[in-house]
């Protein structure tokens, strides 16, 4: 079954994981102290990278971590 959104869905997704995304960066990103020793701006950047690919291309990350092992027994 096809899971991909469609036209006017994937811009809603792209519009509401670009405005969370300014959002955080305003509130804890660049510039506004670090998590841990490690810039919350870099995190965020991350993370969002990671939704990105999920919206742009279907990737369910969860398959996709849990075929590791299977990759790395070969």
């Given at each position: 079954m096809d899971r991909r959104p469609g036209c006017l869905g994937g811009l809603?997704?792209?519009f509401l994981l670009r405005t969370g995304y300014d959002w955080a960066q305003r509130n804890v990103g660049?510039?506004?102290g670090g998590c841990g020793g490690c810039g919350c701006?870099?995190?965020l950047l991350i993370i969002f990278v990671f939704?990105?690919?999920?919206i742009l291309f279907?990737?369910?990350w969860g398959r996709?971590?849990?075929m590791i092992p299977t990759?790395?027994?070969v």
């Open positions: 809603l997704q792209l660049f510039g506004r701006g870099f995190l939704m990105l690919f999920s279907g990737t369910d996709l971590v849990q990759i790395l027994m």
